[in-house]
């Protein structure tokens, strides 16, 4: 699996939007995927993080990388199960969490 290129780089157009998780007092709060990053609410707030790179594409699956606020990466899987919702996990050894579609 190679990287892609940095100016290549975007979040897929099948997952922007905004996703609430199905089970709302889990780690993760809602994830608002736009173009170029990701706005993670959780229990600190809301990180803002910029996509730094994409692995393993399918038509359904990503891995992508993000680089957030104060220097954290962040890691996330995501299989799009249907058009209104995904299933996203953290990694490495991240719970994998059912996210439904909010907005587009």
Known sequence: MVAAEEAALAVPPEIVGYWRPQEPLRTVGALHLYADGVNIEGRE?????????????????WYLDFSCEAG???HLDINLVSES????????????????????
């Open 85 to 104: 919702l995904l299933l996203a996990a953290q990694r490495p050894l991240g719970e994998a969490e059912f996210f439904e579609r909010a907005s587009r």
């Open 45 to 61: 707030g809301i990180s803002t993080c910029r996509v730094v790179g994409m692995r393993g594409q399918t038509r359904s699956r």
């Open 72 to 74: 954290r990466t962040l």
